[in-house]
C-alpha cells in the first residue's frame, strides 16, 4: 500500500482539531469538515494558536507555521471530504459513524483509508457495513492530540493487515507512539482507565466525598488531573457516551455503570470546558 499523502478530519471538535493540527504541521494538505461553521472557526482559531505555541517554544519557526496552515482546508461541504486517509472524530455513537463512512466511501476511491478516532465502538461493527470494510481501522489519539504521544491502532475482524501498517506509519510520521490494540471493548486505555471516573462518580453519588476534594486527593497522590477535571477537558458528555457504550458491550457489567450525576450534566448541557461550564466552571 502506497504511504498516505493527503488526510480528512471528519468533525472539527476537541479531537478533530488536534488531529487536524498534527496533519498539517507534519506536512500533509489536511481536509477538515463539520456540519458546523461555528466548530470549524474555533478549530482554525485553535489550530493557528497551537500552532503559534509552538513558535513561542521553538520547535516551530514562525515560516513553517505559516506554511502549515497554508496546507488546512476547511469544509462544511462533504463532497469536498476526499483524501488518501480520512479519520472520523464525530460523536461517539455507531449509527452516526457507520452513516458518514458509508457517505464518504460513495465519494472516495475503493483505497481511501477510513480511520475511526473512536474510544469504544468495536471497530468490527463499524466497518461491517462500509462498503471494502478491509479499509477500515481504528487510530485512537488521546487529549489533548497534539501533545499526547500514545495513539492505538486497532484492527477489526474485515481490517486488511497493510491498512493497518499505513495507518501505525502515518501515527509515527504525525510523531506519535503508535501501539496495537485488540478490537476489545475499550480498547486498553479506556477499558483500564474506565475505573478511575466511574469509582469516582460512585464515591461523590454516595457522598464520600465532594468532587473536588477527590481531585485534590487524586492529584496530590500522583495523578496529572483529578478525574472530574479530566471529564471536564475530555467533554462530559463524550465521557458518558463512551462508559455507555462500554457497559452495553460487557453486557451490562455493573464496574461500567454510566453514573446519574453524569447523565444530570449532560442533560443540563454542562460538557465541560468546550461548553463553559461542567463539574467546574471556566
Ligand atoms: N474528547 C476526548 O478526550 C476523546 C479522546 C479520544 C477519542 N475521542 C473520540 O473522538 C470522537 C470525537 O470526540 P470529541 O470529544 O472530539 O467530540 P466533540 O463533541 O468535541 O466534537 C464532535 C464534533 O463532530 C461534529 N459532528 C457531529 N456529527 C457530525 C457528522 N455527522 N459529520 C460531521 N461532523 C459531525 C460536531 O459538530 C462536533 O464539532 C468520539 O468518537 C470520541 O469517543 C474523544
Same mark, same amino acid.
Not at 5 to 16: E, I, N, R, Y
Given at each position: ?18 488531529? !487536524? ?49 497554508? $496546507? ?89 493487515? !497493510? ?17 496495537? !490494540? ?94 463553559? $461550564? ?5
Amino acid at each position: 500500500m502506497n504511504e498516505i499523502q493527503t488526510l480528512a478530519v471528519v468533525g472539527a471538535g476537541t479531537m478533530g482539531l488536534g488531529i !487536524a493540527q498534527l496533519g498539517v504541521q507534519h506536512g500533509l494538505p489536511t481536509i477538515l469538515f463539520d456540519l458546523s461553521t461555528t466548530a470549524l472557526e474555533k478549530a482554525q482559531a485553535a489550530i493557528a494558536a497551537g500552532l503559534g505555541k509552538l513558535v513561542e517554544k521553538n520547535k516551530l519557526t514562525a515560516d513553517a507555521r505559516e506554511a502549515a496552515l497554508a $496546507r488546512l482546508t476547511l469544509t462544511t461541504e462533504l463532497a469536498d471530504v476526499r483524501a488518501d486517509c480520512i479519520i472520523e472524530a464525530v460523536v461517539e455513537r455507531l449509527d452516526v459513524k457507520h452513516k458518514l463512512f458509508q457517505e464518504l466511501a460513495a465519494i472516495n476511491q475503493p483505497s481511501t483509508i477510513l480511520a475511526s478516532n473512536t474510544s469504544s465502538l468495536p471497530i468490527t461493527q463499524l466497518a461491517a457495513p462500509v462498503p471494502v470494510p478491509e479499509r477500515v481501522v481504528g487510530l485512537h489519539f488521546f487529549n489533548p492530540a497534539p501533545l499526547m504521544a500514545l495513539v492505538e491502532v486497532i484492527s477489526g475482524v474485515a481490517t486488511a493487515p !497493510a491498512v493497518a501498517d499505513a495507518v501505525e506509519a502515518l501515527a509515527r510520521r504525525l510523531g506519535k507512539t503508535p501501539v496495537r !490494540a485488540a478490537d476489545a471493548p475499550g480498547f486498553i486505555v479506556n477499558r483500564v482507565a474506565r475505573h478511575y471516573y466511574v469509582e469516582s462518580l460512585k464515591a461523590v453519588e454516595e457522598n464520600v466525598a465532594p468532587f473536588e476534594v477527590v481531585d485534590e486527593l487524586l492529584e496530590a497522590s500522583g495523578f496529572k488531573m483529578g478525574p472530574f477535571r479530566l471529564m471536564d477537558l475530555i467533554g462530559v458528555d463524550t465521557n458518558f457516551s463512551v462508559t455507555s457504550a462500554m457497559f452495553a458491550s460487557f453486557h451490562q457489567d455493573g464496574k461500567f455503570r454510566p453514573s446519574r450525576i453524569q447523565q444530570q450534566k449532560v442533560d443540563a448541557g454542562h460538557h465541560g470546558r468546550k461548553t463553559g $461550564r461542567g463539574f467546574y466552571t471556566y
